[in-house]
């Protein structure tokens, strides 16, 4: 067994947590005398007699914008600090897990080395995903996505995260580009894109960084104007660190454009557009050297004078752009821990592997 251990090319894989879930509901009393130092689940804790201050209705969801610092000082508890979000149902909890263990061993069986030498990610790893719809993840079943939870969402990133292109490619599709539709887009919008994007019929990319000014989007230099018959947006500018940017198909860009004040004359404010590279117009770079995700193809995009249709103005109305921008920024942050987290979870058992396979050697 052990040297069937120590020979496996790819590491053993620590419990995670939904198989946790399951395997203690399943287990006696004796049983569980192996877990006694993990951390109890929420689940559990339900279960056990508690004080009544602290006990809440997980089927009520919490008020939002709550001041939890701010009530301590008054004498205020938030019960809602105690609740973990976790699926439902231990089904729930079975099929997420059903769906991210093949996904697991396949991006653990991928070269990432090869990718990132090679700054890409071959088109079979590319369709492999989009056999998954991974592309999709938060996009409505109604568009052809899976209309994911946050975590379940959470649980997906822990394991695509263990390559960094692949995980960047995905993140800037869904997370930044489509997500910006998903939570501004017209009805209009939402029809005609989400279903491409959902499937990768079309790749997506956020363009909001800029040279002189990074991600500040009140020091952006890009423009776009109005034409004359009021139809079309002429857009001019350059972006930088754009992840997907050798293949995006459709750009969520930021950019100045002039709008009406009361009597006063017109004010330059962020909006949002939403631009298919078929417009003309938009060329990028070569792949920047970034380190360990120079397969998620990051490179400055130049938009020359692109025409855009009026209807492409994300939400319908120009000026929006610095609330959609931050919605966008603001959403998905959970993920980034989540994906921390399966890629500590990997290093911890290669290492336990590592500590047993010296360990065998010196005795």
């Keep these: 067994m052990l040297n069937r251990l120590v020979c496996c090319h790819r590491p053993f894989i620590l419990p995670r947590t939904?198989?946790?879930?399951?395997?203690?509901?399943?287990q006696d009393d004796t049983s569980l005398c192996h877990h006694k130092n993990k951390r109890p689940l929420s689940s559990e804790i339900a279960e056990r007699p508690k004080d009544d201050r602290y006990v809440v209705d997980p089927n009520q969801k919490p008020k939002t914008n709550v001041p939890f610092i701010k009530n301590l000082f008054s004498g205020k508890f938030d019960k809602w600090i105690f609740v973990y979000p976790e699926l439902k149902t231990t089904e729930e909890v079975n099929q997420l897990e059903n769906f991210v263990q093949p996904i697991e061993e396949y991006i653990l069986q991928s070269d990432s080395k090869a990718i990132d030498s090679s700054r890409q990610i071959p088109n079979d790893i590319i369709d492999e995903l989009k056999s998954y719809c991974l592309f999709g993840q938060q996009i409505p079943k109604e568009y052809g996505g899976l209309e994911f939870s946050?975590?379940?969402?959470a649980r997906v990133s822990e394991?695509?995260?263990l390559d960094g292109s692949i995980y960047a490619t995905l993140q800037a599709h869904q997370s930044l580009a489509t997500k910006a539709i998903l939570l501004a887009g017209t009805g209009e919008q939402k029809e005609r894109y989400l279903p491409k994007l959902a499937s990768a019929d079309k790749m997506a990319a956020f363009c909001l960084t800029e040279v002189s000014?990074?991600?500040d989007l009140a020091s952006?230099?890009?423009?776009?104007?109005?034409?004359?018959?009021?139809q079309t947006y002429h857009l001019t500018g350059e972006k930088t660190w754009v992840i997907n940017g050798g293949q995006a198909d459709i750009f969520v860009v930021f950019a100045k454009v002039k709008v009406p004040y009361g009597?006063?004359?017109d004010e330059s404010k962020v909006t949002a557009f939403i631009v298919q590279r078929g417009f003309g117009g938009v060329t990028n770079s070569p792949s920047h050297d970034t380190l360990g995700i120079r397969g998620a193809e990051v490179c400055t995009v130049k938009f020359d004078n692109t025409p855009i249709p009026v209807d492409h103005v994300l939400g319908g109305e120009p000026g929006n752009g610095f609330q959609i921008a931050m919605d966008v920024l603001e959403a998905d942050r959970h993920l980034m821990g989540s994906s921390c987290a399966g890629i500590l979870k990997t290093l911890l058992s290669t290492g336990l592997l590592h500590l047993v396979y010296w360990s065998v050697l010196q005795c």
């Design 220 to 230: 952006i230099e890009s423009r776009a104007t109005l034409s004359s018959d009021r």
């Design 159 to 161: 394991v695509t995260a």
């Design 150 to 153: 946050a975590t379940q969402l």
């Design 263 to 265: 009597d006063e004359e």
């Design 213 to 215: 000014g990074g991600s």
């Design 18 to 26: 939904g198989h946790l879930l399951s395997d203690l509901r399943n």
